[in-house]
């Protein structure tokens, strides 16, 4: 496709239920970055992946957080036991050079709340 | 590692007129790209304009303009005739080849009729 697709738009859950987003980058594009954007409006970085590999997963809390990007399949990024900080827009990218000009592609974010 | 830096926290601009949001960045690469997104209440981050750092030639796009400074490492965006759809957060964004974008703190424009 010709976006970033990320569902669900919304999601609530529960303190200490898991929660899992999806992230289906533009075909063709061979990157993926995962941001988290905290009410404050700062961005955060969690996780990129080139095509099915972990790239830089720095920004990753590593206890509770995980993300896949397998072949033919959604990206997707799992938080379990999830708390309420976690609370949050967790954007997706993708981007790809292309004729030399790179441009990330941003997704319109997937809004999750703990409660 | 890349920082990015936004000292304006909240501007605001009369209708038709130009504002000018600041953005400077630290960084050791010499071929990188800078961005500017516009994040309206919605929350969707929209591109503005980009600029290739071996580029010496301000980018333009419409009413965006870019005054990049490669040397001082600086990169602000001029916005000319100003419209109340404007009013949004503005992010700076730095990415090379590390495929890491690193964003700014933002600044929140007000456009007032």
């Known amino acids: 496709g010709e976006e970033v697709a990320q569902t669900p738009k919304h999601l609530v859950r529960g303190e200490g239920q898991k929660a899992k987003l999806y992230c289906a980058p533009i075909?063709?594009?061979?990157?993926v970055f995962w941001y988290q954007q905290v009410l404050k409006n700062e961005f955060k970085f969690l996780i990129s992946f080139q095509n099915e590999n972990v790239f830089d997963e720095t920004g990753m809390p590593k206890e509770r957080f995980s993300a896949k990007c397998l072949p033919n399949s959604p990206c997707s990024l799992e938080i379990q036991a999830t708390k309420l900080e976690d609370s949050a827009v967790y954007f997706c990218?993708?981007?790809?050079?292309?004729?030399?000009?790179?441009?990330?592609?941003f997704g319109q974010g997937t809004r999750l709340t703990v409660v | 590692a890349q920082t990015v830096t936004q000292s304006q926290p909240e501007m605001s601009v009369q209708e038709a007129e130009t504002v000018t949001l600041s953005c400077t960045y630290d960084t050791s690469e010499n071929n990188y790209y800078l961005f500017w997104y516009k994040q309206p209440p919605s929350r969707q981050m929209i591109l503005v304009i980009r600029?290739?750092?071996?580029?010496?030639q301000n980018a333009t796009e419409n009413r965006f303009s870019v005054n990049f400074q490669k040397a001082a490492k600086s990169f602000s965006l001029k916005i000319s005739d100003s419209q109340l759809g404007d009013t949004a957060m503005y992010f700076c964004a730095f990415y090379n080849a590390g495929n890491m974008l690193t964003f700014g703190g933002g600044t929140r424009l007000m456009v007032k009729p």
């Open positions: 990218a993708s981007s790809q050079f292309a004729t030399g000009v790179l441009e990330a592609f």
């Open positions: 600029q290739e750092a071996y580029k010496q």
């Open positions: 075909k063709g594009h061979s990157y």
